[in-house]
């Protein structure tokens, strides 16, 4: 079976504060991990994946496989990275992204 | 903008009637999944169906179903309405399912509430 924990259902931090939105997965096999965010009124969107190893709007996330997290993280937060974010996972060849309940972050001026 | 519309974005139903919900993927996506998101949770995987037939289901009874025509558009259809099914219904399009670098485009869903 496949589960993604979010713990924090709401994280407020200050501007130019470090931000760390964490995602913990369950999953017997080889997992995909994402990021995705949605911005007030939008769409969800892709943020980024484990795989391109990448970094999007400053924001990071490295797979730790020792410890099944893929915490989302950023050094200096800014007004607009407010937003729901949900860590999500895809099983191998699985065709179905699991969800996690969500984050909510306000970065407060 | 990601190209993945869906139709109507808001409507209301009565209890025990039937939904149609409309999904037109990204173009060049031959693969349409449907989520259910609902309050303050997130998006759960219904089904997903890849050139016209279903290629996998989550846990939902078989009162909900879809199709996919030969453009890749799709359709949800929900019969028999029960007040938990109000929620935000998603569509997502994709190349080939299963692919590690495909990318999963999300529409901006329909809301459905049931009274």
């Known amino acids: 079976a496949q589960r993604v924990t979010q713990p924090e259902k709401l994280l407020s931090v200050f501007k130019g504060a470090p931000v760390e939105l964490k995602c913990n997965y369950s999953?017997?096999?080889?997992?995909?991990l994402f990021w995705y965010v949605q911005y007030s009124r939008q769409r969800l969107q892709l943020l980024l994946r484990?795989?391109s190893r990448e970094s999007i709007k400053g924001f990071t996330a490295d797979l730790n496989k020792g410890e099944t997290s893929f915490h989302l993280k950023k050094p200096f937060a800014q007004e607009e990275d407010s937003a729901m974010y949900y860590c999500?996972?895809?099983?191998?060849?699985?065709?179905?992204?699991?969800f996690g309940k969500g984050t909510l972050l306000t970065v407060n001026p | 903008e990601t190209g993945v519309t869906q139709s109507p974005t808001h409507l209301i139903k009565t209890r025990g009637q039937q939904v149609t919900l409309r999904c037109s993927s990204q173009?060049?996506?031959?693969?349409v999944s449907w989520y259910q998101q609902a309050l303050g949770q997130g998006p759960q995987f219904i089904f997903q169906?890849?050139?016209?037939?279903?290629?996998g289901r989550g846990n939902f009874p078989p009162r909900f179903s879809g199709l996919q025509f030969p453009n890749y558009s799709s359709e949800l259809n929900v019969n028999a309405l029960e007040l938990d099914d109000s929620a935000l219904y998603l569509c997502?399009?994709?190349?080939?399912?299963?692919?590690?670098?495909?990318?999963?485009?999300f529409g901006e869903g329909s809301w459905l509430t049931v009274v």
């Open positions: 997502a399009s994709s190349l080939v399912p299963g692919n590690p670098g495909n990318t999963i485009y």
């Open positions: 999953y017997s096999g080889s997992p995909e």
């Open positions: 484990h795989i």
């Open positions: 999500a996972l895809k099983g191998g060849s699985n065709y179905k992204l699991t």
């Open positions: 173009s060049g996506h031959n693969t």
């Open positions: 169906y890849y050139r016209e037939e279903e290629n």
